[in-house]
């Protein structure tokens, strides 16, 4: 099989929500989380043979309800959490909660498929992340080079820091942070940063983006109008610690300077409908992938605001702005000298 050809995976059910699992250290490793209103949702747990090139999957049932947002523990590959919709009451609310995998889930990874999703076993709830008289939850954030003790969850206006404790059987929420003003103002998304010995947060709210300190629980930054429309996601450059990527539904993919916040330091404007989604790559802080409801995953090469330029390694110190200004951005059309382009380097689903 060449190499830039894609492996397939096919779901019973619609998902939105997925995950890498960061302390499987022996395995390649994905959980996917399902929608569906009617039948039980489920856990995808993906493995990627990348030998073989081939994928085995385990599936665990999820009978809380329809599956938003999936985070994995970082330091317990058995530990996960969910945010998902139920009905209360003839009306709908969004719940957080801790889960455990069966500890004999990995028993039937060589059974056929049909016969592990025929038979799937079922998630052990762990304890709960809800607080009612905080809103409704919209994602958990585990700290992200922590212990597994400590996550944040977003809920309508609030950011509430929690202590598990006792195996993660309980939680104890340990600070708040609220977000203040006119209307009805809601957290849209989060990303708490892996620099400052994991002391900062940043949220998004409608168009704003917000920068908090969680030893304090206050803002310590705030970009007003970052984008034109609804902010969707966000994400830390893993490697230089003050800058981060938003997008939106304006369509732009936008990198900021948190010490200069009146302007971003680059845009892209590739998308033809709203960005829901974007991630550095954790090993190559220049590639950035950014996922669209115009249908289209574009990779794109962010050379003159990476870490690693062409050629050599530097440190920040090391980058001026005129080496950075000089470096050659390349968004999702890469070509090789002849001018063809090159493999791999352009996705569009």
Same mark, same amino acid.
């Given at each position: 099989?060449?190499?830039?050809?894609?492996?397939?995976?096919?779901l019973?059910?619609?998902?939105?929500a997925?995950?890498?699992?960061?302390?499987e250290?022996?395995?390649?490793?994905?959980?996917?989380?399902?929608?569906?209103?009617?039948?039980?949702?489920?856990i995808?747990?993906?493995?990627f043979?990348?030998?073989?090139?081939?994928?085995?999957?385990n599936?665990?049932?999820?009978?809380?309800?329809?599956?938003?947002?999936?985070?994995?523990? /970082?330091?317990?590959?058995a530990?996960?959490?969910?945010?998902?919709?139920?009905t209360?009451?003839?009306?709908?609310?969004?719940?957080?909660?801790?889960?455990?995998? /069966?500890?004999?889930?990995?028993t039937?990874?060589?059974?056929?498929?049909?016969?592990?999703?025929?038979n /799937?076993q079922?998630?052990e709830?762990?304890?709960?992340l809800d607080?009612?008289?905080?809103?409704?939850?919209a994602?958990?954030l585990w700290?992200?080079?922590?212990?597994?003790?400590?996550?944040?969850?977003?809920?309508?206006?609030?950011?509430?820091?929690?202590?598990?404790?006792?195996?993660?059987?309980?939680?104890?929420?340990?600070s708040?942070?609220?977000?203040?003003?006119?209307?009805q103002?809601?957290?849209?998304?989060?990303?708490? @940063?892996?620099?400052h010995?994991? @002391?900062?947060?940043?949220?998004?709210?409608?168009?704003?983006?917000?920068?908090?300190?969680?030893?304090?629980?206050?803002q310590?930054?705030?970009?007003?109008?970052?984008?034109?429309?609804?902010?969707?996601d966000?994400d830390?450059?893993?490697?230089?610690?003050?800058?981060?990527?938003?997008?939106?539904?304006?369509? &732009?993919?936008?990198?900021?300077d948190?010490?200069?916040?009146?302007?971003?330091? &680059?845009?892209l404007?590739?998308?033809?409908?709203?960005?829901?989604?974007?991630?550095y790559?954790?090993?190559?802080d220049?590639?950035?992938?950014?996922?669209?409801?115009?249908?289209?995953?574009?990779?794109?090469?962010?050379?003159?605001?990476?870490?690693e330029?062409?050629?050599?390694l530097?440190?920040?110190?090391?980058?001026?702005?005129?080496?950075?200004?000089?470096?050659?951005d &390349?968004?999702?059309?890469?070509?090789? /000298?002849n &001018?063809?382009?090159?493999?791999?380097?352009?996705g569009?689903?």
């Amino acid at each position: 099989m060449e190499d830039d050809a894609p492996v397939i995976y096919g779901l019973e059910f619609q998902a939105r929500a997925l995950t890498a699992q960061t302390a499987e250290t022996d395995a390649i490793r994905f959980l996917v989380g399902t929608q569906s209103l009617k039948f039980d949702n489920q856990i995808h747990i993906i493995d990627f043979d990348d030998e073989n090139n081939i994928i085995n999957k385990n599936v665990l049932l999820h009978q809380a309800g329809e599956i938003w947002h999936i985070g994995a523990s /970082p330091a317990d590959k058995a530990v996960l959490t969910t945010c998902y919709n139920k009905t209360s009451d003839s009306r709908l609310v969004s719940c957080a909660a801790v889960w455990r995998m /069966p500890s004999d889930w990995e028993t039937g990874s060589h059974e056929s498929p049909d016969d592990s999703a025929h038979n /799937p076993q079922t998630l052990e709830l762990l304890c709960r992340l809800d607080d009612s008289a905080h809103g409704n939850a919209a994602c958990v954030l585990w700290e992200p080079m922590g212990d597994g003790k400590r996550v944040i969850s977003l809920a309508d206006n609030n950011a509430l820091l929690w202590d598990l404790q006792e195996s993660s059987t309980q939680a104890t929420v340990s600070s708040t942070a609220t977000l203040e003003g006119k209307g009805q103002l809601k957290f849209t998304a989060g990303k708490w @940063s892996p620099h400052h010995n994991c @002391s900062q947060l940043a949220t998004a709210n409608d168009t704003a983006i917000r920068g908090w300190d969680l030893r304090t629980m206050s803002q310590i930054y705030c970009i007003e109008n970052a984008h034109g429309q609804l902010v969707r996601d966000l994400d830390f450059n893993p490697n230089r610690q003050y800058y981060l990527a938003s997008c939106g539904d304006d369509c &732009k993919v936008k990198f900021w300077d948190v010490r200069n916040v009146q302007e971003p330091i &680059k845009t892209l404007e590739e998308h033809s409908h709203w960005v829901w989604s974007v991630r550095y790559n954790h090993s190559h802080d220049q590639l950035v992938l950014t996922a669209s409801s115009d249908s289209r995953l574009i990779l794109s090469n962010m050379v003159s605001i990476s870490s690693e330029p062409f050629g050599h390694l530097v440190d920040d110190e090391e980058l001026s702005e005129g080496e950075d200004n000089h470096q050659e951005d &390349k968004d999702l059309e890469m070509r090789s /000298p002849n &001018k063809q382009p090159v493999n791999g380097s352009r996705g569009t689903v």
